[in-house]
């Protein structure tokens, strides 16, 4: 969906693909559309950093498959591991001005440098994800790589995590709303958040300056409006 919204936009994008026949149809061929076919933790350092030269921005859409292997197998550090070899790469590559740097997280992570208040229940819940569930884990981790690790004053990275509620899948593009914590207990009261609207907003990050302005070193939450 992301690399869709930013053709969109006339952008030129390099695209990291597993599984290069899952490309979308209306994407195959696409003259602004360079497609790298390897998963970016098999990558060498020297290639990582190869393919994040020259570029603006670089965004992470990676997250687990809903199955018993991709919850529970290997790698369990994906997400987290992805982000800290994609900023090493950009490091490896100095610029006159920060790269951007977008990570898509989940709205069940809390923002730690806002103390976001959380419920005894879904405190509890969270508690239990850490110790069942390692793609929450990881997920954590990933936001607070870039968070703690990163900052906000690095020379060379500047970065948002877009946290969505529920993903669900739409054909366009509809109305949402970003805020700066949750509005809802993504455990008891979750909202959506569809894949389209992510990657529109991811988009709006990387290729409006404004939008940037607002939400660097910020981790917006996405609803659908309803």
């Not at 869709?4 to 602004?32: M, T, Y």
């Not at 610029?95 to 977008?102: E, L």
Request: glycine share 6%; hydrophobic share 40%.
């Amino acid at each position: 969906m992301l690399v869709e919204q930013l053709l969109k936009c006339v952008e030129n994008v390099k695209a990291i693909i597993r599984s290069p026949d899952k490309l979308p149809d209306v994407l195959v061929g696409h003259n602004n559309l360079t497609v790298i076919h390897a998963s970016v933790l098999n990558l060498s350092d020297s290639e990582m950093a190869r393919h994040v030269k020259g570029c603006d921005a670089v965004a992470s859409c990676l997250g687990h498959n809903l199955s018993l292997k991709g919850i529970f197998g290997r790698p369990r550090r994906l997400v987290t591991d992805a982000t800290t070899r994609l900023c090493h790469a950009i490091k490896a590559n100095p610029s006159q001005r920060p790269t951007k740097f977008v990570l898509m997280n989940t709205a069940g992570n809390s923002n730690r440098d806002l103390h976001e208040p959380v419920s005894f229940g879904q405190r509890c819940v969270i508690g239990l994800l850490r110790l069942l569930l390692p793609p929450h884990v990881d997920n954590e981790q990933a936001a607070d790589y870039l968070r703690a690790r990163i900052g906000r004053n690095d020379n060379a990275i500047e970065w948002a995590v877009v946290r969505p509620d529920s993903l669900t899948d739409e054909t366009c593009v509809t109305e949402y709303d970003a805020h700066s914590s949750p509005t809802r207990s993504a455990i008891f009261d979750p909202g959506s958040t569809s894949r389209i609207n992510v990657g529109d907003f991811m988009a709006q990050l990387i290729t409006d300056d404004s939008t940037w302005r607002l939400w660097k070193g910020h981790m917006p939450v996405v609803y659908n409006r309803t």
